[in-house]
T-cell receptor, first 117, second 118 residues
Framework: EAGVTQFPSHSVIEKGQTVTLRCDPI?????LYWYRRVMGKEIKFLLH????????ESGMPNNRFLAERTGGTYSTLKVQPAELEDSGVYFCASSQRGGGDLKNIQYFGAGTRLSVL | GNSVTQMEGPVTLSEEAFLTINCTYTATGYPSLFWYVQYPGEGLQLLLKATKADDKGSNKGFEATYRKETTSFHLEKGSVQVSDSAVYFCALRSWSPAGGTSYGKLTFGQGTILTVHP
């Protein structure tokens, strides 16, 4: 079974440009999460989808960030325009639907390293 | 709010040494606790977990016990190997009894880099 896949693995852009990150969750996982780790600090939550709906977007830093999950499958995270402080590693995770502890284990992708110059 | 504090690294050990990485937390609700590990070039992998007080999670020789009285979840291994070199993250997930929108998301510590030398 394929794990969580993220594209690209590394992106280098200039300040003011637009970048779109993609996440393909594990098939059948309704929950999809985005996290970010900046400058070797803690990994911080950005938002949570249940299928195509945004369940919690309290961690989104500002309106330059737009996340979508059309059809409840893969998700994209667009940064427009990118700023220097957006540099970091963006992680995606997915988990199954419903209650029960095993179903709520989050499986992570390898991350996208974003460098804004 | 929720927070996780890990001992600062990096931690450098010789093979077969004893490992402890401290983790303490503050949380609302009833947290589950996790250790994730990130090997070079890979994503985060769940290493072990504990869902209630006094539970002990264990995997690959690593152990951590959920201590509610000290709000801690320290990671230990009796004899580390070179292959254990990685970044270790302590995390919690708090389930509010009143419901709300915060269920499911993880709160992480800052990560501890472990390097094991032969």
């Amino acid at each position: 079974e394929a794990g969580v896949t993220q594209f690209p693995s590394h992106s280098v852009i200039e300040k003011g440009q637009t970048v779109t990150l993609r996440c393909d969750p594990i098939s059948g996982h309704d929950n999809l999460y985005w996290y970010r780790r900046v400058m070797g600090k803690e990994i911080k939550f950005l938002l949570h989808f249940v299928k195509e709906s945004k369940q919690d977007e309290s961690g989104m830093p500002n309106n330059r960030f737009l996340a979508e999950r059309t059809g409840g499958t893969y998700s994209t995270l667009k940064v427009q325009p990118a700023e220097l402080e957006d540099s970091g590693v963006y992680f995606c995770a997915s988990s199954q639907r419903g209650g029960g502890d095993l179903k709520n284990i989050q499986y992570f992708g390898a991350g996208t390293r974003l460098s804004v110059l | 709010g929720n927070s996780v504090t890990q001992m600062e690294g990096p931690v450098t050990l010789s093979e077969e040494a004893f490992l402890t990485i401290n983790c303490t937390y503050t949380a609302t609700g009833y947290p589950s606790l996790f250790w994730y590990v990130q090997y070079p070039g890979e994503g985060l992998q769940l290493l072990l977990k504990a869902t209630k007080a006094d539970d002990k999670g264990s995997n690959k020789g690593f152990e951590a016990t959920y201590r509610k009285e000290t709000t801690s979840f320290h990671l230990e291994k009796g004899s580390v190997q070179v292959s254990d070199s990685a970044v270790y993250f302590c995390a919690l997930r708090s389930w509010s009894p009143a419901g709300g929108t915060s269920y499911g998301k993880l709160t992480f510590g800052q990560g501890t880099i472990l390097t094991v030398h032969p």
